[in-house]
């Protein structure tokens, strides 16, 4: 348990209303990670921050913003809800060390766009 | 382009034996490889990590072999449990660098 938690876990919302996602972790972890599940796809990175105001894209950007005000916090934005962004969201944390990549994830969000 | 594949969406496996997940990389400059489990509805969890110094890696019932020739990872899960039942995720980075590319999942099944 990397003390990484996600808010809300469930939701469900219309064509066209802004979201956002809450990432909250507790150990003061640099790195922070939005990524999303889908069947066939495997996780996607969506954007990710490597310190405070400090983010960069990833693979899915589009139709997502983040921001990092706080170093605990990592907020993922959809400013205009689309059918195709239901998906399963996972925020992750990258534990840094010598020779060390992995990250840990937090529960996930499932979001339900109508 | 998929540049980490697995391409087994499943696999079925009795319990006590091994379990064989397998993975490929196109790409030439990832040199770091781990392996994630995820049950429904939870975050998915490291299991093990490889870097391309070595061919393998082992951590209690769970062993990670790296084939840099053929751009080749397994896992291999002995013996197995229902437990296990999960799916699991291979992924890569390049270094150390901070970002993972991952692969579509393998759902693996352990039947008494």
């Known amino acids: 348990d990397a003390g990484i938690t996600q808010s809300p876990r469930h939701k469900v919302t219309e064509t066209g209303t802004p979201v956002t996602l809450r990432c909250h972790q507790t150990e003061n972890h640099r790195y922070m990670y939005w990524y999303r599940q889908d069947p066939g796809h495997g996780l996607r990175l969506i954007h990710y921050s490597y310190g405070v105001k400090d983010t960069d894209k990833g693979e899915v950007s589009d139709g997502y913003s983040v921001s990092r005000s706080k170093t605990e916090d990592f907020l993922l934005t959809l400013e205009s809800a689309t059918s195709s962004q239901t998906s399963v969201y996972f925020c992750?944390?990258?534990?840094?060390?010598?020779?060390?990549?992995?990250?840990?994830f937090g529960p996930g969000t499932r979001l339900t766009v109508t | 382009d998929q540049q980490v594949k697995q391409n087994s969406p499943s696999l079925s496996v009795q319990e006590g034996r091994i379990s064989i997940l397998n993975c490929d990389y196109t790409?030439?400059?990832?040199?770091?490889f781990l392996w994630y489990k995820k049950y429904p509805a939870e975050g998915p969890t490291f299991l093990i990590s490889?870097?391309?110094?070595?061919d393998k890696n082992e951590d209690g019932r769970f062993t990670v072999f790296l084939n840099k020739s053929a751009k080749h990872l397994s896992l291999h899960i002995v013996p197995s449990q229902p437990g296990d039942s999960a799916v699991y995720f291979c992924a890569a980075s390049p270094g150390t660098a901070s970002k993972l590319t991952f692969g579509t999942g393998t759902r693996l099944q352990v039947t008494l």
């Open positions: 992750a944390i990258r534990v840094m060390g010598p020779e060390r990549v992995e990250q840990y």
């Open positions: 490889i870097s391309s110094i070595k």
């Open positions: 790409n030439s400059m990832f040199d770091y």
